[in-house]
């Protein structure tokens, strides 16, 4: 059973950074595409970003040149560095598995808080 457990949200001010971690328990994590996803009040969960197992990464546009997602096979943990960030991006952040058929029992999440 694959356990995620989400880091590193917080308040900021617009323009500011944060540096998002999750560490996934489980034996896959290594072969598994991984993704941080978000949810604003209201809003539908939305994939932000994804890494392949080989580090290969896709963005959403909203993010595109302002996000960055690495992972770290041996700590089991994706990251998700967000610089320059925008009110907009305020919202509950969580990892996940996009590829797999059944997502993995999602996490807590970490909340985002971004003022203008």
């Known amino acids: 059973q694959v356990q995620l457990v989400e880091s590193g949200g917080g308040l900021v001010q617009a323009g500011g950074s944060l540096r998002l971690s999750c560490v996934a328990s489980?034996?896959?994590?290594?072969?598994?595409?991984m993704g941080w996803y978000r949810q604003a009040p209201g809003k539908q969960r939305e994939l932000v970003a994804s890494?392949?197992?080989?580090?290969?990464?896709n963005y959403a546009d909203s993010v595109k040149g302002r996000f960055t997602i690495s992972r770290d096979n041996a700590k089991t943990t994706v990251y998700l560095q967000m610089n320059s960030l925008k009110p907009e991006d305020t919202a509950v952040y969580y990892c996940?598995?996009?590829?797999?058929?059944?997502?993995?029992?999602w996490g807590q999440g970490t909340q985002v808080t971004v003022s203008s």
């Open positions: 890494i392949s197992g080989l580090g290969y990464p």
């Open positions: 996940n598995a996009p590829t797999r058929r059944v997502p993995y029992t």
């Open positions: 489980g034996s896959t994590f290594s072969m598994d595409t």
